[in-house]
């Protein structure tokens, strides 16, 4: 079913492909005219200017994607090989690459509402505030999680200026990537909430984007722990994939960054030289992905999948940035969870008021430019991996999910 669901997809993508290779094709010569005329030499410039960076660019962008490249894409290739071998497959296809155990993937214990109400329960035991900050978001419709007809698609968190308050949205669908999901939304929401309690400048309220993801994605691990209220004895197996799932995302983000920079400092290049250029760039970074026998891909297209490109150029690499700051908070809390928690909550009391870099360093969280940070991380990374495969095969009779292969 999911090689039928796969494909279909695909196929789709198929009918809309010479469309959306169009409209790219015209994007790009807009913003590089648009580039020109400001005095830039390409788009790049102007790209990461509307980002509003400070304290780094280009140069340490390509030495990040390099050190993605030599510590990252190797432990994703044995991480990926070992799916493989947990499912029993000769190869894997890309339509195999989101199963993850051959007794099927971790399984929320209840519906969204459930899912919802552990949430709450959890955040409690995590901080008191925190758990009474979720309740008020409810209380006062602050929070909208449900999928319904007319309702626009995707997940974010915001600030309203006027209210004072932040606003999360989702469509949540009863999977384990609902928990992650809430838990990234509701970090963006619980520092905004945080720095408002002693701040009276709005523009200080949030800081750049790539010290925003920070937020997010360090609460999507600081639940860990607790797991075992919405998956029960598939925690293990939610913490496992979710691990598996920070790993890969580096690598395809470093992919699209490089792809980026790559297109716009040579607007003239054709659809298909473009094309190229991906399939070159993709096998650089993802040599480990599932095989592409399809058509679609094949061709060089899995990028326009990727909404940032259209919307918010340069924009996707710094969460692979926020997500090795986030890893950091991560190993420390395997050892102290309040440590981990006090790091955490400096750099949210912090928002906006300093640049990403002096944030890092005030919150005492290492830049993610420096190569030992990759080092120590991609070590406890592959040691944690590997015990707690040992743990899941050990346990593997206690499992709630539905065998997959019998």
């Known amino acids: 079913m999911r090689k039928q669901a796969g494909e279909k997809k695909y196929e789709l993508l198929s009918h809309l492909e010479n469309k959306i290779d169009r409209i790219f094709d015209e994007l790009i010569k807009v913003r590089n005219s648009i580039a020109i005329k400001l005095g ?33 894409v190797p432990i994703s290739e044995k991480t990926r090989d070992k799916q493989r071998i ?64 007319g309702k626009a698609r995707g997940a974010y968190a915001t600030y309203l200026c006027n209210e004072k308050t932040p606003y999360i949205f989702a469509n949540m669908n009863g999977t384990r990537k609902d928990i992650k999901l809430l838990s990234h939304e509701f970090g963006h929401a619980w520092q905004m909430y ?32 607790y797991l075992e209220k919405i998956f029960g004895v598939d925690a293990d197996k939610y913490r496992h994939a979710h691990l598996e799932d920070a790993l890969y995302s580096m690598p395809y983000r470093a992919a699209i960054d490089e792809f980026q920079h790559f297109i716009y400092k040579n607007p003239s290049l054709s659809i298909s030289e473009r094309k190229e250029q991906w399939i070159e760039i993709e096998y650089k970074y993802m040599p480990y992905k599932g095989e592409y026998n399809h058509a679609y ?10 909404t940032h490109m259209f919307t918010t150029p340069f924009y996707y690499i710094d969460y692979a940035l926020a997500q090795m700051c986030a890893l950091q908070i991560w190993s420390n809390a395997q050892t102290n969870e309040s440590m981990a928690w ?43 991996l590997d015990l707690n495969e040992n743990k899941i095969n050990n346990d593997s ?10």
């Open 40 to 72: 830039h030499d390409s788009f790049v410039e102007l790209g990461y200017a509307r980002l509003s960076r400070v304290g780094y660019g280009q140069s340490k962008v390509e030495e990040f994607r390099e050190l993605i490249l030599k510590y990252i």
């Open 86 to 149: 947990r499912l029993g497959l000769d190869k894997l296809a890309f339509y195999d690459e989101d199963i993850r155990f051959s007794t099927g993937n971790p399984s929320p214990g209840g519906d969204v509402k459930f899912m919802v109400s552990k949430f709450e329960e959890i955040l409690n035991e995590i901080s008191l505030e925190a758990g009474e900050f979720f309740n008020s978001l409810s209380v006062n419709h602050l929070i909208d999680l449900l999928p319904k007809e």
């Open 194 to 225: 945080l720095y408002n309690q002693h701040n009276n400048i709005p523009e200080y309220i949030l800081p750049t984007k790539e010290a925003c993801e920070i937020h997010s994605i360090s609460m999507e691990f600081l639940v860990w722990p």
């Open 297 to 306: 891909l094949m061709r060089g297209s899995y990028w326009q999948q990727q």
């Open 342 to 384: 006090e790091a955490y909550m400096k750099l949210c009391n912090l928002g906006g008021s300093k640049s990403f870099l002096q944030l890092l360093d005030q919150s005492g969280i290492n830049s993610p430019f420096i190569e030992q940070g990759f080092t120590l991380i991609t070590d406890k990374i592959e040691k944690w």
């Open 397 to 406: 009779h206690l499992t709630s999910s539905r065998p997959l292969f019998q």
